[in-house]
């Protein structure tokens, strides 16, 4: 029997829907759980009569491939994938390509991708996107890592992945060692603001408009005919018209307004953070669903501050336009601090991350697909060396038509006490992008006045540092370093 062309470690959901999708290609694929009872499931359930080949032990595992071996390993993110490494490594040959494709840290890729190197292995670390379906259908796959693994995997990956309308794989290489996980945590971070920004349009309309989940099914329904078509609006679409069995309400009445997060937000918001780059819409979504968590406080809070209830007397239809334009603004603002952030992490760690194509593997088989994310390839392709998609042309002057309304519905929202920190951050994101001056001069007086930190002055060219001696009483010793 000749060698499966891939084999795959880690057989809960994505792992296995991955591997019937791979099988359904036309490769053979070996599998390989720590669970040996999940093989058997699969060879004999769902894998009956494909491409799959169960195996029970790590060494016959390996055995089972051809080489060089493309090993993907889709087990929990963190020890459990140091651990995996540890039990392939020794039965591996020099040229063998280890595959994370799970939901890793960043961090952890850019090390393991030195240690594999080490030991003559190949490294790739891979976002895969899409959830369960996407794993079965076709994800969005953002491999990087060691380059010359790539023409190894590339077919495979590129037949499994989704596909545009023209047939183009929503798959393309990223980058060096950690830049493939790094672009699908930034994905990740976007999708959070995409969904906290839906969820706010959703409040809005249901507590602030009285409207019902019919109703708003409707709306969605239009939007996801428009600029705002994407999987999300789709989704919501759907969700608003889902009835509860058991009581006969519509369901998404009956779920608890308790948010769960995996980490991949956090992640994000770090990110921005250690590297310097203003995301904060991304941050507040995080900050949306930790306040969403502690749901008994909300309740007694609720009881002990209550405010007179202003009622909304405008017009709803006009207001829901407005809404829609103030939507698509924000969006656009998200997925501006996202294409930010991968800048400077490219600048940091020396990755070529080609934006163009990062919108194009985005476009189908991902959370956040929208129909929009070609105006973003366009925009590179216009520009590869945009600075922000506030500044192409087109989605400025989306942006610019919009605020209007935009500003409209952050002032409602305010008026309903209804809270809106994704729409109105991004609001905030965009006016402060665009201000030629912002009170940092005050808030540098301020280090310099306490901390002797220095500043510059408008008056000098930039990179003279000055310190004032506020008091009289101060001394003429500064501190040493001034970051901006």
Excluded at 21 to 46: C, D, P, W
Aim: proline share 4%.
């Amino acid at each position: 029997m000749s060698g499966s062309n891939i084999g795959l470690v880690g057989l809960a959901v994505m792992g296995e829907n991955l591997a019937l999708n791979i099988s359904s290609k036309g490769y053979t694929i070996s599998v390989f759980n720590r669970t040996v009872e999940k093989v058997k499931a699969l060879v004999e359930g769902r894998a009956k009569g494909t491409r799959i080949r169960g195996t029970y032990s790590v060494q016959e595992f390996v055995a089972s491939l051809e080489k060089p071996r493309r090993v993907i390993m889709l087990v929990k993110a963190g020890k459990a994938v140091d651990e995996l490494i540890d039990q392939l490594a020794p039965h591996l040959d020099k040229g063998d390509i280890l595959i994370d494709a799970g939901n890793t840290h960043y961090p952890d890729t850019i090390r393991r991708a030195a240690a594999a190197a080490g030991k003559g292995l190949l490294y790739i670390g891979t976002g895969v996107s899409g959830g369960e379906e996407g794993a079965l259908k076709g994800p969005a796959i953002m491999p990087g890592g060691h380059a010359e693994a790539w023409p190894h995997v590339k077919e495979i990956f590129q037949a499994i992945s989704a596909k545009v309308d023209d047939g183009s794989p929503c798959c393309q290489w990223i980058g060096s060692d950690g830049a493939g996980h790094f672009v699908k945590m930034t994905h990740n971070g976007i999708e959070y603001g995409d969904m906290q920004l839906i969820c706010e349009a959703y409040d809005l309309m249901a507590r602030g408009l009285g409207m019902s989940a019919a109703e708003m099914h409707k709306v969605f329904a239009a939007w996801n005919k428009g600029d705002l078509d994407s999987y999300l609006i789709q989704i919501t679409r759907d969700i608003l018209a889902k009835t509860d069995p058991d009581t006969g309400k519509p369901l998404v009445d009956v779920i608890l307004d308790t948010a769960g997060q995996k980490g991949t937000g956090k992640w994000t918001s770090t990110a921005g953070l250690d590297l310097g780059i203003g995301i904060p819409q991304i941050a507040e979504a995080v900050f949306a669903r930790c306040l969403s968590a502690i749901k008994d406080e909300r309740v007694a809070a609720a009881k002990a501050i209550k405010l007179p209830r202003t009622k909304f007397r405008g017009n709803k239809a006009a207001f829901i336009k407005q809404l829609q334009a103030a939507v698509y603004a924000s969006k656009i603002c998200s997925y501006a601090q996202g294409y930010q952030l991968m800048r400077a992490a490219a600048a940091e760690y020396k990755w070529k991350l080609n934006y163009g194509e990062i919108a194009l593997v985005w476009r189908n088989g991902c959370i956040i697909r929208a129909r929009f994310l070609g105006k973003i390839k366009a925009a590179f392709d216009r520009n590869p060396e945009l600075a922000n998609l506030l500044l192409d042309p087109y989605f400025k002057k989306i942006v610019l038509k919009a605020q209007k309304s935009w500003r409209n519905v952050i002032r409602t929202a305010v008026e309903l006490g209804i809270p809106v920190p994704a729409m109105g951050t991004a609001l905030n994101y965009f006016d402060s992008y665009r201000s030629e001056r912002l009170p940092a001069n005050l808030l540098q007086a301020q280090r310099d006045y306490f901390g002797a930190h220095t500043y510059e002055r408008v008056d000098r060219p930039r990179g003279q540092f000055f310190h004032t001696d506020w008091t009289g009483t101060g001394g003429k010793t500064a501190a040493s370093t001034y970051t901006v």
